[in-house]
């Protein structure tokens, strides 16, 4: 049986197969190497082909690259209804095998159609057809991106998936593709979210302060970059007269920073409430964190102790954004490291260091997220943008010293991208004290 007769069979059409393979014969042949295209999307349809053997693609181009639409096997008549209708061609057609094709101009198709009416009967329902399969397609796909957007994206959509019609198999596989990153991005993303509460969980509250009621202001602030930062602060008392204070800064980003920040504060106040001194406890911290740590992940650390009676605050700097002291006379002071990173070495804790917090002195603590943000120049804010955001500040609220550090920073980046965790403590000792 010849490629005509096994078209006319395999499609149910009564055609007159002979009439057509003697209209084919007079036609020119068009040979074509796989990936090599055979008409170009926005062509002028000026000819139909018949694929007498081999296989094509059928995709679409956008702006955001090409998109598979269907696969069509010899022997198949394409282009037709382009070529009928006098439409430009709606979508480009390479050869995947070594193919050969009949090309039918629009007056040798339409002198076949003349002969073979039955042909043009054949392209209508062909058409009508497509249409069906078109149809099936477009309303299959609205509600499954309707699934998608309402989170119910259930298997009886997938299944249908799996089985499209024939003419649009490639475009259901793209889909699908798709829907499966759409899903696989939104379980990342409920993950990154439950990460996110668990780190906001371990914030701490201002209301955790109320045995120091009168003697002092707190604001804390922080901004992640992502769902889930490398940043942490936290403060608690420790008794009557003695608040712990500490920030942080994890190196990497993500759920593992954020898991090992949860690791960093809970073994900070573990050792803050069974050693006695602020030297011990960053020693014995140090210590659990450098065990098992085959992650190599590190955190700088500021922690402090501040005597509420006596202003006295004894401090570790553990590699961490020297803090500032704002005295009630203008002049800014600040506390540099005293020691590396948490995480990195059992054997090397910092030294302390101590300062006293008189009158309405203030202390203001940071990331390195305000300093290094960026701006549309990709320049740094830097310290000295920063201090001069300070002063003048000391007799402001803390809350709104931390409004002033963001504002500062959201003017200075112009819309930038933020690209690592902002995160701002105030603490003021009141004169009473």
């Given at each position: 049986m010849s490629d005509i007769t096994e078209f006319g069979a395999s499609k149910q059409n009564h055609l007159h197969a002979e009439a057509l393979e003697v209209a084919l014969k007079s036609l020119p042949q068009v040979h074509l190497n796989s990936g090599e295209i055979l008409v170009q999307q926005g062509e002028a349809s000026d000819a139909a082909f018949f694929?007498?053997?081999?296989?094509?693609?059928?995709?679409?181009?956008?702006?955001?690259?090409?998109?598979?639409?269907?696969?069509?096997?010899?022997p198949q008549l394409i282009g037709e209804i382009g070529v009928l209708a006098d439409l430009p061609r709606t979508a480009s057609v390479k050869a995947v095998t070594p193919t050969t094709v009949y090309r039918i101009s629009r007056s040798a198709l339409l002198e076949i159609g003349r002969k073979t009416p039955d042909l043009l009967l054949f392209i209508i329902g062909q058409l009508g057809r497509q249409?069906?399969?078109?149809?099936?397609?477009?309303s299959l796909y609205t509600n499954a991106l309707a699934a998608l957007e309402k989170r119910e994206f259930d298997s009886r959509i997938l299944e249908q998936l799996e089985n499209p019609p024939l003419q649009l198999a490639d475009f259901s596989a793209a889909f699908r593709r798709f829907a499966s990153q759409i899903l696989d991005k939104r379980r990342q993303h409920d993950e990154l979210a439950s990460a996110a509460i668990i780190q906001?969980?371990?914030?701490?509250?201002?209301?955790?302060?109320?045995?120091?009621?009168?003697?002092?202001?707190?604001?804390?602030?922080?901004?992640?970059?992502?769902?889930?930062?490398?940043?942490?602060?936290?403060?608690?008392?420790?008794?009557?007269?003695h608040l712990a204070i500490a920030?942080?800064?994890?190196?990497?980003?993500?759920?593992?920073?954020?898991?090992?920040?949860?690791?960093?504060?809970?073994?900070?106040r573990t050792a803050a409430h069974e050693e006695k001194g602020?030297?011990?406890?960053?020693?014995?911290?140090?210590?659990?964190?450098?065990?098992?740590?085959?992650?190599?992940?590190?955190?700088?650390?500021?922690?402090?102790?501040?005597?509420?009676?006596t202003g006295l605050l004894e401090y570790c700097n553990c590699g961490h954004n020297a803090p500032f002291h704002l005295l009630t006379s203008g002049e800014t002071r600040s506390l540099p490291a005293t020691g590396l990173p948490l995480a990195l070495f059992a054997d090397r804790s910092p030294a302390m260091a101590s300062v006293t917090l008189s009158g309405s002195d203030t202390l203001v603590l940071f990331t390195d997220g305000v300093t290094e943000a960026m701006n549309p120049s990709q320049e740094e804010l830097g310290e000295a943008a920063f201090i001069e955001t300070l002063v003048g500040s000391s007799d402001l609220p803390p809350a709104e010293i931390v409004s002033r550090i963001f504002s500062t920073v959201d003017s200075f980046s112009q819309g930038t991208e933020q690209t690592d965790d902002i995160t701002c403590i105030v603490v003021r000792r009141r004169p009473s004290i």
């Open positions: 694929l007498k053997q081999g296989t094509v693609t059928v995709y679409g181009e956008t702006l955001f690259g090409s998109v598979p639409l269907a696969t069509i096997h010899a249409l069906d399969g078109v149809n099936r397609a477009v906001q969980s371990f914030l701490p509250k201002t209301s955790n302060l109320a045995a120091a009621d009168g003697a002092l202001d707190l604001h804390a602030q922080m901004r992640p970059a992502r769902e889930v930062g490398g940043d942490f602060y936290d403060f608690f008392m420790l008794d009557a007269d920030i942080g800064d994890i190196c990497g980003k993500g759920i593992a920073a954020s898991l090992f920040m949860a690791v960093v504060v809970t073994v900070l602020v030297a011990s406890t960053i020693s014995r911290a140090n210590a659990l964190l450098c065990r098992d740590n085959a992650a190599s992940m590190f955190a700088t650390v500021f922690y402090a102790v501040l005597n509420l009676r």
